[in-house]
């Protein structure tokens, strides 16, 4: 007989090894000595008594008196191990009966703590141009309606890649019948270089553009649901451009009535002439 094999087997169905070897060789036999079984199974005297008492317990093996002597005999493999089977049953039945009641106690618990709303999940504070560009595109690839924007720098789109990126993500909310507002300050279409080709290029496509003197804040709302805001730091650091993101309703509302407050004082880049700055400089403007 293969007893490796068989080993395996007993062992799958929920006995230990050891329990499995004593239990083998209890059916090899009539009845053993606890020092017969040691030493046919070869496990120390200190764990031979742990094994049996566990399979006696568990009605795999019977144990008897003789005089002074403890005799042990194999339970019929079939009854022994059914026995295992509904111990297993009986343990899982219980563990479920556990859940049950658990469950019933800690789930209100679990759904009231969800109802906590926590800042930092509608929150993200970004330092680094890369992270920035990408959260800008990612809102602009969700934006159904309308997106906002006051727009200064510094930019995050410092590559010639994001910059294409970037337009080509407003081309395609303009595409699928979103709208673009943007609000230029006069003195970064005369001194960043490829600003102004881009807000011309951005107005062929279908972005509509103003003019004001100054803005108060580097700004973008999203369908008045998202709002991206530069923050000024109050020391010079290396990061140039640290920017917020906030997903909360009432605050892009708000920040929408900011918008087309400056929105109503600026002047309309097509109407001042958008290839001419000088054009555009002598319209003209409101202070902010």
């Avoid at 742990?50 to 002074?68: P, Q």
């Avoid at 009854?79 to 563990?95: F, G, H, T």
């Avoid at 595109?137 to 590559?159: F, H, I, Q």
């Avoid at 970064?188 to 003019?211: I, T």
């Amino acid at each position: 007989m293969d007893t490796s094999k068989y080993l395996r087997s007993f062992i799958e169905i929920g006995l230990t090894e050891r329990e499995a070897k004593v239990y083998m060789t209890l059916l090899s036999g009539n009845m053993f000595t606890v020092l017969e079984l040691q030493e046919a199974v070869n496990i120390p005297r200190t764990k031979i008594y742990e094994v049996l008492n566990k399979l006696v317990s568990r009605n795999i093996c019977i144990e008897k008196k003789l005089g002074r002597n403890k005799l042990y005999e194999a339970v019929e493999p079939k009854i022994a191990l059914e026995r295992v089977v509904e111990s297993y049953k009986k343990d899982l039945q219980r563990k479920e009966d556990l859940i049950n009641q658990v469950s019933e106690i800690f789930t209100p618990i679990f759904q009231s703590s969800k109802s906590i709303v926590n800042p930092l999940e509608f929150i993200d504070v970004m330092n680094e141009k890369g992270q920035i560009h990408k959260r800008y595109t990612a809102c602009v690839k969700s934006t159904k309606r309308e997106m906002l924007t006051l727009n200064k720098g510094p930019y995050a789109c410092d590559t010639s890649d994001r910059l294409e990126e970037q337009e080509d993500e407003e081309f395609k909310l303009l595409k699928r019948g979103g709208s673009c507002k943007d609000i230029y300050e006069l003195k970064e279409l005369k001194e960043v270089d490829w600003l102004l080709n881009s807000v011309k290029k951005s107005l062929m496509l279908g972005q509509q553009a103003r003019v004001v003197k100054k803005l108060p804040i580097k700004m973008l709302v999203f369908d008045q649901e998202k709002v991206m805001f530069a923050l000024e730091q109050p020391v010079p650091t290396a990061n140039e451009l640290t920017m917020i993101y906030i997903e909360h309703k009432q605050l892009a509302e708000a920040c929408s009535i900011l918008f087309y407050h400056l929105w109503d004082q600026g002047a309309d880049v097509n109407e001042v002439g958008k290839d001419s700055v000088d054009k555009i400089e002598s319209f003209s403007f409101v202070s902010n």
